[in-house]
């Protein structure tokens, strides 16, 4: 029976407007049938599963149990996993897909999927030694949700200025100290965590461990109240003294940062997707809405003023949607997308806060209250400036990758 008190399974609780998302999909064509099935199936389980729940756990700045539970037994949680750890043997380009549908209905849902595939699945199937795959890639496939935790309270855009450190003790590796933002953190069990062997050695230092929540010393802090994506959970990860054993080292000793920026690059095209998600929820929002909603005695679609805003909306949005989508292609075809990365990255997050905001204005008064969806979508856009690396590093990454 649902708990009456409990805003995530409330009666009371009243769902989002429905709204048509397939106006805003891509030519057919550019998509492979077995691409068309995947996204479809997984546009059909946001408008079933996650839409009705997408107000309570807003309210609540928690995802549903049951719908984690749920991407577990649809197999979004392990799409470019080998079907021999228990995943489905996707792509890149099916994680985009899948993160983009979500991403029309419920951010926060979407980040879930995102980060266990692009932040955590990612880098042991690249540097996990076979005993690590075996170990971690079933429960991650099967159940377990995983972390990334590379962020520090000193540490952001100087991702390697890292003050949590790794000491060898006895055949294993004691950490010691904090890490920020982790997405995922209050629903994580296994966490690849970065830290420093030899701080004098700066970024040839860094080293990266895979952790287990019930190692002794670990434990979850404050959980962030945060402006937008609330239903997900971003927290602080304490260590003290934890003790890693030595065949939890992911990847070679110091060369975390390696780790660390490889997975990056993939994890942009997750967020590049997030956010062309995002834009294409709330046009979609708009477009319903304009053809509804009547001023000077037609609807607010037939004026010419409101076209040219729609337009320009799409337009910016189909841009954003090719340049993730070419990204996600070039990492599948084994190609570098440090560039390319940065781009969709760049470019999604920056047409996500102009297409949320015209949603917003497009909606007039009802767009600045809850009882629209547009309001929430347009907070939710402002993190992917944020995350994963900030505008002003992806245009670092850019203009590096031009002129070295």
């Not at 380009?93 to 419920?106: F, I, P, Q, T, Y």
């Not at 790794?166 to 890490?179: C, H, I, Y």
């Not at 570098?336 to 760049?346: S, T």
Request: glycine share 10%; with cysteine.
């Amino acid at each position: 029976m649902p708990d009456a008190d409990d805003p995530l399974t409330s009666p009371a609780a009243v769902p989002p407007m429905p709204v048509d998302t397939s106006t805003a999909r891509p030519a057919l064509t550019m998509l492979s049938d077995e691409e068309i099935m995947f996204r479809d199936a997984v546009a059909d389980f946001a408008a079933t599963e996650v839409r009705p729940r997408v107000q309570a756990m807003e309210e609540a700045g928690k995802l549903d149990p049951a719908l984690i539970a749920s991407f577990f037994q649809l197999g979004l949680m392990g799409i470019e996993v080998d079907e021999a750890f228990g995943g489905a043997a996707g792509s890149l380009m099916m994680v985009a897909l899948a993160v983009e549908e979500l991403s029309k209905v419920d951010a926060s849902a979407a980040i879930l999927c995102d980060v266990q595939n692009t932040l955590v699945n990612y880098p042991i199937r690249r540097y996990g030694s076979e005993d690590q795959r075996a170990r971690y890639l079933p429960r991650l496939t099967g159940g377990t949700v995983g972390a990334y935790a590379l962020s520090e309270v000193g540490s952001g855009s100087d991702a390697f200025g890292l003050d949590t450190r790794a000491t060898e003790k006895d055949g294993q590796w004691v950490l010691n100290g904090r890490k920020m933002w982790i997405t995922n953190g209050a629903e994580a069990e296994i966490f690849i965590v970065f830290a420093t062997v030899d701080p004098e050695a700066g970024y040839k230092g860094i080293t990266a461990f895979l952790v287990e929540r019930d190692f002794p010393g670990f434990s979850v802090g404050r959980k962030e109240d945060k402006l937008g994506i609330r239903a997900s959970s971003t927290t602080e990860l304490i260590l003290e003294n934890v003790a890693v054993p030595a065949v939890n080292v992911l990847g070679p000793i110091g060369q975390g940062y390696k780790v660390a920026i490889e997975t990056l690059n993939e994890g942009r095209i997750g967020i590049g997707a997030q956010m062309i998600g995002v834009s294409a929820g709330a046009l979609a929002a708009a477009v319903e809405y304009l053809k509804e909603r009547q001023q000077f005695g037609r609807p607010l679609a037939d004026f010419q003023g409101i076209q040219f805003q729609v337009a320009q909306a799409a337009t910016e949005l189909e841009a954003a949607r090719l340049m993730v989508y070419n990204a996600a292609r070039l990492k599948d075809a084994g190609n570098d997308i440090a560039r390319e990365g940065a781009m969709a990255k760049l470019f999604a997050s920056q047409v996500a806060e102009r297409v949320t905001s015209v949603c917003v204005e497009l909606f007039g008064g009802y767009g600045y209250t809850r009882d629209y969806p547009v309001e929430k979508f347009y907070r939710d856009a402002k993190i992917g400036a944020i995350y994963e690396g900030t505008s002003n590093m992806q245009l670092q990454t850019i203009g590096k990758q031009l002129l070295k």
